[in-house]
Every structure is written in C-alpha cells, then in structure tokens.
C-alpha cells in the first residue's frame, strides 16, 4: 500500500519556504501587497510600522511572506527580547563599578597575620578594598599585637581591624586579643589553625582538610597527607589558584573580612 502525504496541494502549486527575519530597528523593506518601503521603527505584538523616505508611517501586520528584503520575499518576525542585564559582581559578589580608579588610601587599616592570609583577602575582596581605599598589610604573628596597636595610634578617622587566626575560646590567639581594648581597634578571627582552612575543601577537590596530630607543623602535615609539594609555597600556590570568588571560601572567614570592611570604612565618630 502507498502512504500519502496530508498536503494534497500538487508540488507545484506549493510555496517554496521563506526566511523568518526578525523585524530588528532600521531594517528596510518593503510591503508586497502595496508596494510602501521604508526602514523599521517599531514592532507590537502582531504589527510593524514602517517610515519611508519623506517621514510617512504605515502599519502592517506581520503576515507570511509579507515582505521583501534587497529584493528577496521574507516573513517579517518580532525580535526576541534580550535577557535583561544582570550587574556585573567582583569576587567578593559585590555590584563591580566600571572603570573605578583606587580611592586615595585611608587612614585606617586591616591587618592580617601573615601573607598567604593577605593574599587570600585581595585575591577575594581587593576591587572592593581599592574603592574604599583600605590598605591591607600583615604581621607575621600576633604576639606583639598590644605594641603594634600603640604604635599605631588608632582614632576615629584612623581605625584598625585586625584578622587573627584560629581565634577560639583558650587559646594564646584569644588572650592577645582580649588585652587590646582600644574602642577604635576590632580584632576578630575565624576557628581555623591556618587561613587555608578557609578555603572549601570541595574547592580544591579533596574530600576534607586532614587531622594532622598535635605537635606536628600543620602545613607540613598537610602536604604530606594529600601527597602536596613539600614546600609550603608552592602547596600555597596550588591552593590559592583554585580560589576564584568568595564562593571558593568559608562563611567564618568571609563574615569576619566584611566585619573587618565595614568598621573601618565607617564614617569617624
């Protein structure tokens, strides 16, 4: 048995396809029942109004093969609408600001423990510290913490933050910082033995951070363990080139830095 198309129109009465063209501003046509030419200047739903040459409006539907484009017969279409533009963010996940120069630094300062914390903390937040114009510098240790503070001399235009590691209830890190009592002074600190433990394990595709047993360097257990380089900087490296937004990072890390931010930007008092 034969099967036979539903179309019984014979093939040569039948319209060979045409281009969809998207009715796209400016774009010239022509109208094939009346013959009017002129460039797009809108498109509704169902219709688009043309201009000519002397400023003359008509509106037509969007009809199949209803217009000509160089010569050539088209079906008009509306344009898809764009997606709406969504805000550029830095890596902090803050609006970025386009062509922003660094602010003049401030006064006031952040003051981290060492470099890898300084370098985690532009590497996330430094387009947002150069707008502020908040300067970030380290102190390898804290144990000098109450003298560096003196020297600093901190005041209302001039106020300190200071980001300490493994800060928890006992320890050496939460007796320094409890004798700094200056009002314009804010040490805060997140629970890990070292600013690498703020960053997310699934991050750096490992399961986990090892449990390296008390007594024995950290970082060196570290490495040793998830079979890194022996030497710290390059396990480093490693680790902070995974770090590509504040996504990459701990909560405990990143609420202490916006604390950190936002005191010392606030306005003097």
Not at 59 to 88: C, H, I, M, Q, Y
Request: charged letters at 25%.
């Amino acid at each position: 048995m034969r099967s036979y198309s539903p179309d019984l129109t014979p093939p040569w009465k039948r319209s060979a396809p045409v281009p969809e063209v998207p009715a796209e501003p400016d774009l010239v046509l022509e109208e094939v029942a009346t013959g009017f030419c002129g460039a797009v200047i809108r498109c509704e739903a169902g219709t688009v109004t043309l201009e000519d040459r002397f400023g003359k409006h008509r509106v037509f539907p969007l009809e199949p093969r209803g217009f000509l484009l160089e010569g050539k017969v088209v079906t008009l279409v509306r344009p898809s609408a764009p997606a709406p533009a969504r805000p550029a963010r830095t890596a902090s996940g803050s609006v970025a600001v386009p062509g922003a120069r660094a602010r003049v630094a401030r006064a006031g300062r952040i003051y981290v423990e060492g470099r890898h914390d300084a370098e985690l903390v532009e590497r996330v937040w430094g387009d947002d510290l150069r707008i502020e114009g908040v300067v970030v510098e380290y102190l390898e240790g804290i144990d000098d913490l109450p003298s560096i503070v003196a020297e600093f001399a901190p005041g209302p235009d001039a106020r300190l933050g200071v980001l300490v590691d493994h800060l928890v209830a006992g320890s050496k890190e939460s007796r320094i910082a409890a004798s700094v009592t200056n009002p314009h002074v804010l040490v805060v600190g997140h629970p890990y033995i070292d600013v690498w433990e703020a960053v997310k394990p699934s991050s750096l595709g490992i399961a986990a951070w090892p449990r390296i047993p008390h007594g024995q360097d950290w970082k060196t257990g570290v490495c040793r363990a998830l079979g890194w380089p022996s030497g710290t900087g390059a396990a480093w490296q490693h680790i902070l080139s995974h770090v590509r937004s504040y996504k990459d990072l701990e909560p405990a890390l990143l609420g202490r830095v916006e604390e950190l931010i936002d005191f010392v930007t606030a306005p003097g008092v």
